[in-house]
């Protein structure tokens, strides 16, 4: 382990707590608390980003490679995304969900840190891999808030939400769409095919066929439609980590931490 | 001739429709399933160019004269229908989820083309279809994710059969124009590669962190790594594939993967197409 993780955990818990401040001052709807909420949650995602760039700095090189260091990103969007759409939206319980998924996401990586070194296989060695890895983080984060978002509405579903949910998603859908299409053209470069049905590249056409699916039923059928957005989520997990437990992850040519 | 008149769902009733739908999937589907038990995978090289084109040609005829008879065809109809995107797109899905758990994916069996097939045939209609607005305008970002996907799809699925792997055994200052395909048929290069030079450098805790061969192909010097690969033609690629493990660094051969994707530029221009679509989604924000 280098120097550098073992400040995470007070990282993270620094992050955790200002972002759960701006979740409550954002519930609170008072146009005063509005702004403290903004400038907590600023705060929770720059020290969060600060660690980031100290991380990639002290690995010297971009810190995408294992499922841990993904999973850093993946909190950091989440943070991101959950205060856009409050920003944006005026979705007031969102960070707070946000904040929520993120936390369980930070845990995890206290729990379970994974091998930091420097070493970054030739294979990952491409312009392309910090483009395709962060794209697709930051939709992951994109399409998890609309996934909190069609749980709420399956309860209390609303034209308002639908709203919401279309367009954390489509944004989702779209930053999806790049890093597969930036996958594709950096597996032409790096195995000679744009596209080769390997698991993880499976699942991801899985997981977009649900996501354009629920976008060209919206809004006719509610329920469906959450139902659908729940279910994308889900095969997104596969794309994302599930693969990795698969049987047939060994033909896998995307798993980059089970090696040495 | 029987004219029907321009709704046909008032005069078949949505419900029979549904079920006549149903019931031309499920032959088709049940038809691609016997032939695939029957006759195997597809005779991929069967379909190399020209037969590609001409058959191209023949399906864009077909769904062209549809899409004109869209009026009186209940096929064209069907086809054009919302149902027909979602079974599309359901049929993406189970693709996706079959070909991520199987340890081989048939993606040359019958069933899989046919399912491929009736995605492109649905873009292609919705598509001509979505071409302008109500007041006549192109639509841009519409025609950019689905004219895009049709390409992008449709050069993987249309080309395939143009595509070609080689594998050679390329050694060290001995010149060689013999390449190997899957099958292990002898193929003769018109040009000759040699190895020049190997080398691989490591990381402080001994990881590989490169690997380099230098390879003179058509009497130029050329280096290939691992994702930087030599374009020799617009369609022809080559990549380091392998090499002589046991000796490292002093290696006596590299194995030179060539790859001759004629249709590449097509797939290119549609992932383009969908990536300018896809920020153009995001910027714009979902529409209608």
Request: proline share 3%; aromatic share 12%; glycine share 6%.
């Given at each position: ?133 962060s794209v697709y983080m930051f939709s992951y984060a994109l399409l ?15 034209a308002e939400l639908d709203k919401a949910i279309n367009r954390v ?92 | ?235 022809e690629t080559l990549y380091l594939m392998s090499y002589d493990a ?43």
């Amino acid at each position: 382990m280098v120097l550098g993780w073992n400040i995470f955990p007070f990282v993270a818990a620094v992050a955790v707590l200002l972002s759960v401040v701006a979740a409550i001052f954002a519930s609170l709807d008072k146009e005063r608390g509005r702004r403290i909420a903004i400038a907590s949650a600023i705060g929770g995602i720059a020290i969060l980003a600060a660690f980031v760039a100290m991380l990639w700095l002290t690995l010297e090189r971009p810190p995408l490679r294992t499922m841990g260091e993904t999973r850093l990103w993946y909190s950091l969007f989440l943070l991101l995304s959950g205060l856009v759409t409050y920003v944006r939206w005026r979705y007031r319980w969102i960070m707070g969900f946000s904040t929520m998924l993120a936390t369980v996401f930070m845990i995890i990586n206290i729990a379970k840190p994974e091998l930091h070194d420097h070493t970054l296989m030739p294979a990952l060695q491409s312009p392309w891999f910090v483009p395709h890895v962060s794209v697709y983080m930051f939709s992951y984060a994109l399409l998890g808030c609309a996934t909190l978002l069609s749980v709420y509405g399956l309860w209390r579903p609303s034209a308002e939400l639908d709203k919401a949910i279309n367009r954390v998603m489509s944004s989702g859908i779209a930053f999806f769409t790049i890093g597969m299409l930036s996958g594709a053209l950096w597996a032409k470069e790096a195995w000679g095919t744009y596209w080769n049905w390997d698991p993880k590249e499976a699942w991801a056409a899985a997981t977009w066929g649900l996501y354009l699916l629920a976008l060209h039923i919206a809004p006719q059928r509610r329920r469906i439609y959450y139902a659908i957005v729940i279910a994308a989520f889900l095969s997104l997990q596969m794309c994302w980590w599930g693969v990795n437990y698969l049987p047939n992850a060994e033909r896998s040519e995307h798993t980059y931490t089970m090696q040495r | 001739m029987l004219s029907l008149p321009q709704n046909c769902n008032y005069v078949l009733g949505e419900r029979k429709i549904i079920i006549y739908e149903l019931l031309v999937i499920s032959i088709l589907a049940i038809a691609s399933f016997v032939i695939q038990h029957l006759a195997g995978d597809i005779p991929v090289e069967l379909f190399s160019f020209p037969l590609n084109i001409l058959t191209i040609a023949l399906w864009l005829v077909i769904l062209g004269w549809l899409y004109r008879s869209r009026q009186r065809s209940q096929y064209a109809q069907s086809l054009l229908s919302m149902r027909a995107t979602i079974l599309s797109l359901a049929l993406m899905v189970v693709l996706g989820v079959l070909f991520g758990i199987q340890h081989s994916p048939q993606t040359t069996s019958w069933p899989a083309a046919a399912a491929l097939l009736f995605i492109l045939s649905h873009l292609v209609l919705v598509t001509l279809r979505g071409l302008r607005d109500s007041r006549g305008k192109l639509r841009t970002r519409f025609i950019l994710n689905h004219l895009g996907l049709i390409l992008a799809l449709g050069a993987g699925f249309w080309g395939a059969a143009d595509r070609e792997e080689l594998r050679a055994i390329v050694e060290r200052d001995v010149a060689t124009n013999v390449a190997y395909t899957h099958n292990h048929n002898k193929s003769i290069l018109d040009y000759e590669m040699t190895m020049t030079d190997f080398s691989i450098e490591y990381f402080e805790t001994g990881t590989p962190s490169s690997f380099e061969a230098k390879v003179i192909v058509d009497g130029e010097e050329v280096s290939l790594r691992v994702n930087h690969p030599y374009n020799r033609t617009l369609s022809e690629t080559l990549y380091l594939m392998s090499y002589d493990a046991e000796h490292s660094n002093e290696a006596r051969y590299c194995i030179v993967e060539i790859v001759r994707e004629p249709w590449r530029w097509l797939t290119v221009a549609g992932i383009v197409m969908l990536i300018v679509g896809a920020v153009l989604m995001f910027v714009q924000g979902k529409r209608g």
